[in-house]
């Protein structure tokens, strides 16, 4: 006889596999009698998997000792699995199933895979038909002793088998070349000329002591930091008492055997100045929405959406079905200290929100099929939407809300909305919750019958990854399922260009045809991102990286302008042009862009504009496509326009250009591609952490495709608590 307990709601405590249903964890006390009077007790751990979720490990340790030995997934609520891949960090495919009972046991064609962080990526079709799919990474963990005695032991054996003669010439040859560098590899320095301390004895005593040293390039970067860290000195950027230390320090390195590189512009990152106009500048597409009835003849203001907007096209096309219907349109129930994020205004939310549950209900059913929530600082948190249905609510969706980052390095709109599409669902009342939340920053919720593209505005590059190092799969999303009817949608041969009835005063006269439109003033503003860290007098907006245009016009306010200054006799040291981190993020337009863009896909991306606003043109597929064809635009005009323009005006004055080929903070592009164009490259680690993980291997492979011999690479960065903590003999003295 069994007996369990709690037996709160068992279907039948007294048999060996009763049935429950749980919220939560639960442990259970199970007494066995047979039927002699022999007793026995044990307790039986339950743990509850709510769904369609994904359950999967941070970690495992394939050690055969029969605990954690298997990397595996547990699909709750998901019945059948599409596929469970494992990359390693080269994104190699070390591992893949379509069955869930299958687990990775942390091997490789037989052999252990190393110890390290793999990235995963599962998808599956929940028990409603829904594609549902989530990734990440884990961590498998091997002890290492034995293999490092392992080869340690191979290679004395090797050692003992080599011929010693062969190998004491090989590495003596190998440690001549390190002790005594040729001039062709000798070691390269980046010259920071620090907040305006420079001077003429300074600049030739840095020279002698690098050419003692053995250095063969100096890089002179003017930076400017903030005063409270470095002071500033008395010889401010561009005054004829700087022109002439830098022409002295040019002079001096030719007579030391020193080959000198310009920063393209002051700071390190990375190519802008004050003389760069907002219309020369990083832009991005904007628009400004009307919403009118016709037939009627409309004369009515269409306000640019900014300072420095530049008209592109104003289209119109009809409304599609839904569009304007949201929740808070149905007579809304909702907590009243939460009535700011229903009441249409972006810019204003409750003064608290953090951890919470927040239910709405209508009288009558609403059919929704996108939520789309804004905010107005930085904010975090993981949302599930429920529907009620019957008794119960039901998870709608579940995703990741992440705007902690504002800087407009990752992203030209710091608070761009996050929107979220799923299948139609109806009901009187949702419900939306909130965990691991900021406590405030919250404005609106749109939960709408509107057939809307999700993430529009990552896939436009409105918004990118928070922190430096996005893994490779970030920029993927899921494919989307499709609208149930085409009046959800806007139909592309709808799509009108009125540009012609708008007048220079941003007024639109036009015939309004019959039935609701939708009218987009669309056109360009300036990103805003500038060079940094540079001083105030060489600081200015960041140059179009999408469009060679004014590359010449910034080339020679710089670098040009140093070169004119000096005597043809003077420039023989100065050989290179440089670019270093890309730390400026995204944009997504420039002019001359949909020509560009007719010529490279064979079709006009007029007609598709509304779909940076979020609305789906034609279908959910080919809307996301036209997001891609943007983005794919992009990636290849910043490496052949920027660095491939950078390149051909450095190369009109017998310089080369030198690039660190990689990007941080939102970079829009592909790091080969981005470091193919330039004359050399270079990769980056750092003293502490990670950084250089990716810098290093991106420009080392750069090189290999493209026929480069010569790779460098920024060597022990650094940044935080304070000055001169890394130098070199404190370095020393902590190993």
Same mark, same amino acid.
């Given at each position: 006889?069994?007996?369990?307990?709690?037996?709160?709601?068992?279907?039948?405590?007294?048999?060996?596999?009763?049935?429950?249903?749980?919220?939560?964890?639960?442990?259970?006390?199970?007494?066995?009698?047979?039927?002699? !009077?022999?007793?026995?007790?044990?307790?039986?751990?339950?743990?509850?998997?709510?769904?369609?979720?994904?359950?999967?490990?941070?970690?495992?340790?394939?050690?055969?000792?029969?605990?954690?030995?298997?990397?595996?997934?547990?699909?709750?609520?998901?019945?059948?699995?599409?596929?469970?891949?494992?990359?390693?960090?080269?994104? =190699?495919?070390?591992?893949?199933?379509?069955?869930?009972?299958?687990?990775?046991?942390?091997?490789?064609?037989?052999?252990?895979?190393?110890?390290?962080?793999?990235?995963?990526?599962?998808?599956?079709?929940?028990?409603?038909?829904?594609?549902?799919?989530?990734?990440?990474?884990?961590?498998?963990?091997?002890?290492?002793?034995?293999?490092?005695?392992?080869?340690?032991?191979?290679?004395?054996?090797?050692?003992?088998?080599?011929?010693?003669?062969?190998?004491?010439?090989?590495?003596?040859?190998?440690?001549? !070349?390190?002790?005594?560098?040729?001039?062709?590899?000798?070691?390269?320095?980046?010259?920071?000329?620090?907040?305006?301390?420079?001077?003429?004895?300074?600049?030739?005593?840095?020279?002698?002591?690098?050419?003692?040293?053995?250095?063969?390039?100096?890089?002179?970067?003017?930076?400017?930091?903030?005063?409270?860290?470095?002071?500033?000195?008395?010889?401010?950027?561009?005054?004829?008492?700087?022109?002439?230390?830098?022409?002295?320090?040019?002079?001096?390195?030719?007579?030391?055997?020193?080959?000198?590189?310009?920063?393209?512009?002051?700071?390190?990152? %990375?190519?802008?100045?004050?003389?760069?106009?907002?219309?020369?500048?990083?832009?991005?597409?904007?628009?400004?929405?009307?919403?009118?009835?016709?037939?009627?003849?409309?004369?009515?203001?269409?306000?640019?959406?900014?300072?420095?907007?530049?008209?592109?096209?104003?289209?119109?096309?009809?409304?599609?079905?839904?569009?304007?219907?949201?929740?808070?349109?149905?007579?809304?129930?909702?907590?009243?200290?939460?009535?700011?994020?229903?009441?249409?205004?972006?810019?204003?939310?409750?003064?608290?929100?953090?951890?919470?549950?927040?239910?709405?209900?209508?009288?009558?059913?609403?059919?929704?099929?996108?939520?789309?929530?804004?905010?107005?600082?930085?904010?975090?948190?993981?949302?599930?939407?429920?529907?009620?249905?019957?008794?119960?609510?039901?998870?709608?969706?579940?995703?990741?809300?992440?705007?902690?980052?504002?800087?407009?390095?990752?992203?030209?709109?710091?608070?761009?909305?996050?929107?979220?599409?799923?299948?139609?669902?109806?009901?009187?009342?949702?419900?939306?919750?909130?965990?691991?939340?900021?406590?405030?920053?919250?404005?609106?919720?749109?939960?709408?019958?509107?057939?809307?593209?999700?993430?529009?505005?990552? =896939?436009?590059?409105?918004?990118?990854?928070?922190?430096?190092?996005?893994?490779?799969?970030?920029?993927?999303?899921?494919?989307?399922?499709?609208?149930?009817?085409?009046?959800?949608?806007?139909?592309?041969?709808?799509?009108?260009?009125?540009?012609?009835?708008?007048?220079?005063?941003?007024?639109?006269?036009?015939?309004?045809?019959?039935?609701?439109?939708?009218?987009?003033?669309?056109?360009?503003?300036?990103?805003?991102?500038?060079?940094?860290?540079?001083?105030?007098?060489?600081?200015?907006?960041?140059?179009? =990286?999408?469009?060679?245009?004014?590359?010449?016009?910034?080339?020679?306010?710089?670098?040009?302008?140093?070169?004119?200054?000096?005597?043809?006799?003077?420039?023989?040291?100065?050989?290179?042009?440089?670019?270093?981190?890309?730390?400026?993020?995204?944009?997504?337009?420039t002019d001359g862009m949909g020509t560009a863009f007719r010529q490279r896909y064979?079709?006009?991306?007029?007609?598709?504009?509304?779909?940076?606003?979020?609305?789906?043109?034609?279908?959910?597929?080919?809307?996301?496509?036209?997001?891609?064809?943007?983005?794919?635009?992009?990636?290849?005009?910043?490496?052949?326009?920027?660095?491939?323009?950078?390149?051909?005006?450095?190369?009109?004055?017998?310089?080369?250009?030198?690039?660190?080929?990689?990007?941080?903070?939102?970079?829009?592009?592909?790091?080969?591609?981005?470091?193919? %164009?330039?004359?050399?490259?270079?990769?980056?680690?750092?003293?502490?952490?990670?950084?250089?993980?990716?810098?290093?291997?991106?420009?080392?492979?750069?090189?290999?495709?493209?026929?480069?011999?010569?790779?460098?690479?920024?060597?022990?960065?650094?940044? !935080?608590?304070?000055p001169y903590v890394r130098y070199p003999l404190r370095c020393l003295e902590a190993?």
């Amino acid at each position: 006889r069994y007996n369990w307990l709690p037996s709160t709601g068992i279907d039948n405590p007294y048999i060996a596999d009763p049935v429950t249903t749980l919220q939560k964890d639960q442990e259970f006390h199970v007494t066995v009698t047979s039927p002699e !009077g022999c007793r026995d007790e044990d307790v039986v751990a339950v743990k509850v998997y709510t769904g369609p979720d994904f359950y999967v490990p941070t970690a495992f340790t394939p050690n055969n000792d029969g605990r954690n030995d298997l990397f595996r997934v547990i699909a709750a609520g998901i019945p059948k699995l599409d596929f469970l891949r494992v990359w390693d960090r080269w994104g =190699k495919v070390i591992f893949q199933t379509a069955d869930l009972s299958t687990p990775w046991d942390g091997t490789l064609n037989g052999q252990p895979a190393g110890p390290g962080t793999y990235v995963w990526m599962v998808q599956g079709v929940d028990y409603l038909g829904r594609r549902f799919s989530s990734q990440g990474t884990v961590t498998l963990i091997r002890c290492i002793f034995f293999y490092l005695d392992h080869m340690i032991r191979i290679a004395t054996l090797s050692l003992l088998l080599a011929v010693p003669a062969a190998v004491t010439a090989q590495q003596a040859s190998i440690q001549k !070349g390190f002790s005594t560098p040729p001039d062709s590899i000798k070691p390269s320095v980046y010259w920071y000329w620090m907040s305006d301390n420079v001077s003429e004895d300074g600049v030739k005593k840095d020279l002698a002591a690098m050419a003692e040293a053995g250095i063969g390039r100096a890089f002179i970067g003017n930076i400017g930091y903030d005063p409270k860290v470095v002071p500033y000195g008395r010889v401010k950027l561009f005054s004829d008492e700087w022109m002439k230390i830098t022409r002295t320090a040019i002079r001096t390195a030719s007579k030391k055997g020193i080959e000198i590189g310009l920063f393209n512009s002051p700071g390190w990152s %990375q190519s802008g100045g004050p003389w760069i106009k907002p219309s020369q500048s990083m832009r991005y597409m904007a628009g400004e929405m009307v919403r009118v009835k016709g037939p009627q003849r409309i004369s009515q203001k269409i306000p640019a959406p900014g300072d420095d907007f530049q008209d592109v096209a104003v289209i119109a096309f009809p409304a599609p079905a839904g569009d304007s219907d949201d929740i808070s349109r149905h007579q809304l129930k909702i907590t009243p200290a939460l009535q700011t994020l229903v009441d249409g205004d972006t810019g204003t939310g409750p003064d608290s929100v953090g951890n919470m549950q927040i239910d709405m209900e209508v009288p009558e059913d609403l059919t929704a099929r996108s939520l789309v929530l804004h905010m107005n600082k930085p904010y975090r948190s993981d949302v599930e939407l429920q529907v009620r249905q019957g008794a119960s609510w039901r998870t709608v969706t579940r995703f990741q809300l992440d705007r902690s980052n504002p800087m407009p390095q990752v992203g030209f709109r710091p608070f761009a909305p996050v929107s979220i599409a799923f299948p139609a669902v109806s009901g009187k009342a949702f419900r939306i919750v909130l965990s691991n939340s900021s406590r405030s920053g919250l404005t609106e919720i749109t939960l709408s019958a509107a057939a809307m593209v999700e993430r529009y505005e990552e =896939k436009q590059l409105a918004k990118m990854f928070q922190t430096p190092l996005p893994l490779w799969n970030e920029y993927q999303w899921p494919q989307q399922a499709e609208p149930e009817n085409n009046s959800l949608v806007i139909d592309p041969a709808k799509v009108r260009n009125i540009s012609a009835f708008l007048d220079k005063n941003g007024t639109l006269n036009w015939e309004v045809p019959a039935g609701e439109w939708l009218i987009m003033r669309c056109g360009m503003l300036p990103t805003g991102v500038k060079n940094a860290p540079a001083p105030p007098e060489g600081t200015g907006l960041e140059i179009d =990286k999408i469009n060679r245009a004014a590359m010449q016009h910034h080339y020679d306010a710089f670098v040009g302008k140093i070169y004119n200054n000096l005597a043809p006799e003077e420039r023989k040291a100065l050989k290179w042009v440089v670019a270093d981190s890309y730390e400026t993020g995204s944009q997504n337009w420039t002019d001359g862009m949909g020509t560009a863009f007719r010529q490279r896909y064979g079709y006009d991306p007029l007609p598709w504009l509304p779909v940076l606003s979020g609305r789906i043109v034609g279908t959910a597929e080919q809307s996301n496509r036209f997001l891609w064809d943007l983005r794919r635009l992009v990636a290849d005009r910043v490496a052949y326009e920027y660095v491939g323009g950078l390149r051909d005006v450095s190369h009109k004055q017998g310089l080369k250009l030198w690039l660190e080929n990689y990007g941080h903070w939102g970079f829009p592009a592909e790091f080969l591609q981005y470091g193919g %164009q330039a004359d050399e490259v270079g990769g980056e680690f750092w003293n502490e952490g990670n950084l250089g993980d990716i810098e290093c291997r991106a420009a080392s492979s750069a090189a290999h495709i493209y026929g480069k011999n010569r790779v460098a690479a920024e060597s022990f960065t650094a940044g !935080g608590p304070g000055p001169y903590v890394r130098y070199p003999l404190r370095c020393l003295e902590a190993r």
